[in-house]
């Protein structure tokens, strides 16, 4: 075991100087440890009983409903829309094992919002096969990601934007000019998965650390965990079946593979070398020698981080080292992966209604800070606040794209709802379709698309209970404006420079299970606006 572990060590560290090699070594041999704790706990951890089956009488328990998987996994909105419309408000199916409780829209407000009850952390950790992280992290985790998200990025995004916008103009150029080149398709989600993982790097430890191996692995990690949550999950008819031996060896294999060879051997000791040795002053700091310090706003995600953990003294423990390595991890999933499926959605919206794209390209001249000697308009976070066209358009792909159960809880108690008992320890998800398609709150034509819907707003990022995409109560997705503004410089960037065509005005929804995290699939042409290859 000793030996595997040096030979670990001495793999991870190479090429890195013996001084700074020891407290490395100590900080992600613990790091690894860790890890690999996490990965046998999720595997050795027996399952909870169903505890319906214990303690609630049948009677008081809403109806369990027998939907084949066939029909699940194909076509889930019907599926789950009439077996709520026929059999109730509150329904249990079974699904990959476990029994879930769907609501309709009369009760998600309640479900999503009613912490007492249903907890979000229990939910999603869940949801995302990541259970064991809420018992290993004393029950800090999601409250500590929230904090990394609304405190470190949202009062910084006029900065971020300016740090992150040269790299999704540079990769818009290279797509388009891809596309020109060989007169095919492009992959527009690899490539907005790798642009917007350059552009959270930059975001997480600054610049200076971006080239082909730190972007080659923030790719690759925010793969991995995607995969290991689950995300692919309902593509393969053996996880569905057996998705426990599916979790076991997914996880297995990735957290060796990524997580432990990649991310601690590349991306680790750049936020050890990072915050190692530094003195912070410490979040909310009230001590006189920090007194009129000015809050940074362009200082990398992971200074922000560090402050969270600093002891009196403004120094970062080893530990609260590891901490923040694992916290960096959650956000290259969170920030990188999703992000890129949605603007494949909206990209491919925009191309098979060619009608708008007029609209959107006036309104890019419109609000544009000029155009640089490359022919790209320039923009700013007070630019793209500004693309109201654009952003009743994104609202508009987001209400309609046909999400199904994409927000999860968890019981805490046995929890009346709709006259029945949800026995504590239930998986409980509303049936997102049912509430943005309600005519209650559409009206007659809920069903239609209608980009201008929202041109007077609310904007796309806002929450509410009647749009669901992000989520609604206290745990409603806090990158959500990262999110909509890198969608917006995302397609601005794209028709600054090209019209973008999906072949035959048609995609396919490879998973209509989990529209929102794995994109649409079509042929995407991107005609160059200007057909002189650019060499830039
Ligand atoms: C279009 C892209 C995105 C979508 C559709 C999305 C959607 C969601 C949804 C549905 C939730 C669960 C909310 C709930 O259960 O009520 C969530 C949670 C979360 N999202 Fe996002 N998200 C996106 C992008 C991002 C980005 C860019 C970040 C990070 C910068 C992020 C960070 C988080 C975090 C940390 C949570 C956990 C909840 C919390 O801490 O309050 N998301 N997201």
């Known amino acids: 075991m000793l030996t595997a572990f040096d030979t670990v060590l001495t793999l991870t560290f190479h090429g890195t100087s013996p001084a700074s090699r020891s407290v490395q070594e100590v900080a992600v041999g613990v790091l690894i440890l860790f890890v690999a704790g996490f990965c046998l706990f999720t595997i050795a951890r027996p399952r909870k009983q169903s505890k319906p089956l214990r303690h609630t009488p049948a009677h008081l328990l809403p109806p369990i409903i027998d939907i084949p998987a066939s029909e699940i996994f194909s076509s889930p909105q019907k599926a789950y829309e009439s077996a709520l419309k026929n059999h109730g408000p509150v329904i249990g199916v079974w699904r990959k094992g476990r029994l879930e409780y769907i609501v309709n829209e009369e009760y998600t407000k309640e479900v999503l919002s009613n912490d007492q009850d249903f907890s979000f952390e229990r939910g999603t950790a869940s949801a995302l096969n990541l259970e064991f992280i809420i018992p290993l992290s004393k029950g800090k985790f999601f409250k500590d990601v929230h904090m990394m998200v609304t405190g470190g990025i949202i009062p910084r995004m006029e900065k971020i934007v300016d740090q992150i916008f040269p790299t999704f103009k540079r990769q818009a150029r290279g797509i388009v000019k891809d596309s020109q080149l060989s007169g095919n398709d492009v992959d527009l989600f690899a490539h907005l998965h790798r642009c917007i993982a350059e552009a959270m790097l930059i975001t997480i430890v600054g610049e200076k650390y971006v080239s082909d191996r730190t972007l080659q692995v923030t790719e690759e990690t925010a793969h991995a965990i995607a995969t290991m949550t689950g995300i692919y999950q309902n593509l393969s008819p053996f996880a569905r079946t057996f998705p426990k031996t599916w979790k076991v060896i997914t996880w297995a294999r990735l957290v060796v593979k990524v997580i432990i060879f990649q991310y601690c051997r590349v991306i680790v000791p750049i936020i050890w070398r990072e915050i190692c040795?530094?003195?912070?002053?410490?979040?909310?700091?009230?001590?006189?020698?920090?007194?009129?310090?000015?809050?940074?706003?362009?200082?990398?995600?992971?200074?922000?981080?560090?402050?969270?953990?600093?002891?009196?003294?403004?120094?970062?423990?080893?530990?609260?080292?590891?901490?923040?390595?694992?916290?960096?991890?959650?956000?290259?999933?969170?920030?990188?992966?999703?992000?890129?499926?949605?603007?494949?959605w909206v990209v491919f919206e925009l191309s098979i209604r060619k009608e708008y794209l007029a609209s959107a390209q006036e309104e890019l001249s419109a609000i544009a800070d000029g155009i640089d000697s490359s022919g790209v308009h320039k923009l700013t976070y007070d630019t793209l606040r500004r693309s109201t066209v654009l952003d009743s358009f994104i609202r508009e792909v987001l209400r309609t794209k046909g999400d199904t159960l994409s927000a999860a809880r968890e019981t805490v108690r046995d929890v009346s709802l709709a006259g029945y008992t949800i026995p504590e320890g239930s998986f409980v998800s509303p049936m997102a379709t049912l509430t943005h398609r309600s005519r209650t709150l559409y009206g007659e034509k809920?069903?239609?698309?209608?980009?201008?819907?929202?041109?007077?707003?609310?904007?796309?990022?806002?929450?509410?209970?009647?749009?669901?995409?992000?989520?609604?109560?206290?745990?409603?997705?806090?990158?959500?404006?990262?999110?909509?503004?890198?969608?917006?410089?995302?397609?601005?960037?794209l028709l600054a420079i090209s019209v973008p065509e999906v072949e035959g005005g048609e995609y396919i929804v490879v998973d209509p299970m989990n529209v929102t995290s794995v994109p649409p699939v079509g042929r995407l042409l991107l005609h160059p606006l200007n057909p002189k290859p650019n060499n830039n």
Request: charged content about 20%; some cysteine.
């Open 446 to 493: 809920a069903a239609e698309f209608d980009p201008n819907r929202w041109l007077e707003g609310p904007a796309s990022s806002t929450i509410d209970p009647g749009y669901l995409p992000f989520g609604f109560g206290r745990w409603a997705c806090p990158g959500r404006i990262l999110a909509v503004t890198e969608i917006k410089m995302i397609v601005l960037t």
């Open 277 to 344: 040795g530094r003195k912070y002053r410490p979040l909310n700091s009230r001590l006189s020698e920090y007194i009129g310090e000015e809050e940074r706003h362009d200082e990398p995600l992971v200074h922000y981080i560090a402050r969270m953990y600093t002891d009196s003294q403004g120094h970062v423990s080893i530990l609260s080292a590891m901490w923040v390595s694992t916290l960096v991890l959650a956000f290259i999933f969170a920030s990188v992966h999703q992000t890129a499926a949605v603007a494949v």
